[in-house]
């Protein structure tokens, strides 16, 4: 694997991921109490044995900078290392990135430079764990010049997604992006042939691109430089491509999630906490999904009842009541509380508890979660002050809302209060 380079794509601006998105690029958004989702790429990479990773983006990429330089250094006796490539406006292209494709080719110049065979193209804000040396083994075998990840999907999803028509030896010959209607019908295929049984593959007629591609070196030069026009992988580059490069599909037969919008982002933390086997995993001694140490003190529960849920380092909770619910790292319960099928990001700081004293004190609202409130589908963002007596339980089944300047959103139904709000004692949502 010495001879890949992945480059890992950030992401635009993140809108359907808003608010979480506001102050933060996306793969910046933290994940399952302690990780952030750049972590994912990057472990699988690691994991690979794919050391050399470029991270592409162009929005607030404060927070993944510092995420990146204080995770992962790796020794100075290997090539390895993982590099943030921010958009930059420069005298031959004075434009941020258009696409997918053209943040890649705005960095040829760089990625040139490495003597490698294959660029791995990673997307980073998906849930999976994959062994990318499968996929590029898989590449190498059938000579191809291009190989997309695909997964077999049902019809209720289908139109969200970049879906292909194979033959029988694999090769990709027909390229549609998220298709509506005839369209969508036109790209029903007979999914036995990824291997699937009748069963499977009356329930899932489709074949879905995952957004994880390996290119040739020289191909993916190749496209680039001829058509500048072209701005995009999924929509341009690939299907471009199809006639006149060999391109293969290989099946990735395990669990992954797009969780590019609120609900498909909420529904995979809390499913972390399913019993007896949840969908994904972190607790995988053989590809362990890597991120910052903090090294936080244990966690210290006061008289609490806890079921089906996850809890962070560091966290302190009283007297309260946790169900189904994933706890971030320095979360702060005070007593009284119930939280219940909601995602708590915790605090990136610890008040003393002097300090908090002295806040309510003054009638100002400590950091985390005040007596007797009451979460119920949420996502609370980091270094919130929750009050007294507050109730986040949507009452009016409000499906969409943006109050910004009462500090939260909701989208899909759930409540999802800003990063570094403050809700008054008594507030109801």
């Not at 430079?113 to 499968?134: K, N, P």
């Not at 500048?228 to 299907?239: Q, V």
């Not at 210290?300 to 009842?305: A, D, W």
């Not at 007596?389 to 409000?398: A, E, Q, R, S, W």
């Amino acid at each position: 694997m010495k001879k890949v380079l992945a480059i890992i794509l950030g992401g635009g601006a993140g809108t359907r991921l808003y608010p979480l998105t506001k102050l933060r690029a996306k793969p910046a958004v933290p994940v399952a109490g302690k990780y952030r989702l750049i972590d994912i790429p990057v472990s699988n990479c690691i994991n690979s044995e794919i050391f050399k990773i470029y991270v592409l983006t162009q929005f607030n990429s404060a927070s993944l900078n510092r995420h990146i330089a204080r995770t992962y250094n790796f020794s100075g006796f290997s090539e390895g290392f993982v590099e943030v490539l921010a958009a930059q406006q420069t005298p031959e292209n004075p434009n941020w990135f258009q696409g997918t494709a053209d943040a890649v080719r705005q960095y040829l110049w760089m990625l040139e430079e490495w003597d490698v065979d294959e660029y791995l193209i990673l997307s980073g804000d998906h849930l999976y764990r994959m062994d990318y040396r499968q996929f590029i083994q898989r590449h190498r075998e059938t000579n191809a010049d291009i190989t997309l990840s695909v997964i077999p999907i049902d019809n209720r999803r289908a139109s969200d997604f970049g879906l292909m028509k194979i033959n029988d030896a694999g090769r990709v010959v027909d390229f549609s992006e998220k298709p509506k209607g005839e369209a969508l019908a036109k790209m029903q295929v007979d999914t036995t042939i990824l291997g699937l049984t009748k069963e499977q593959a009356e329930q899932q007629p489709y074949i879905a691109s995952m957004g994880i591609y390996v290119f040739k070196k020289d191909v993916l030069i190749k496209l680039l430089r001829e058509k500048l026009e072209r701005t995009d992988f999924g929509k341009e580059i690939i299907p471009d491509a199809a006639e006149d490069y060999n391109i293969q599909a290989y099946l990735f037969d395990d669990y992954w999630e797009d969780i590019g919008t609120i609900e498909a982002f909420y529904n995979a933390n809390l499913a972390l906490t399913q019993q007896p086997q949840p969908p994904f995993s972190f607790y995988d001694e053989e590809a362990p999904i890597y991120t910052r140490p903090r090294y936080l003190p244990p966690t210290k529960l006061l008289n609490c009842h806890v079921t089906e849920s996850i809890i962070g380092e560091g966290c302190i909770l009283k007297n309260c009541r946790i169900q189904h619910s994933v706890l971030g790292v320095r979360s702060r319960i005070e007593s009284g509380c119930v939280i219940e099928e909601s995602l708590l990001m915790g605090a990136d700081f610890y008040q003393a508890s002097v300090e908090r004293q002295c806040s309510i004190d003054k009638g100002d609202i400590p950091v985390g979660i005040g007596t007797d409130t009451i979460i119920r589908r949420a996502i609370v963002d980091k270094n919130a002050r929750i009050g007294h007596d507050v109730k986040i339980i949507n009452k009016d089944n409000v499906q969409e809302a943006d109050r910004e300047n009462q500090g939260f959103y909701i989208r899909s139904g759930i409540v999802v209060v800003l990063k570094g709000a403050v809700i008054t004692d008594g507030t109801i949502i």
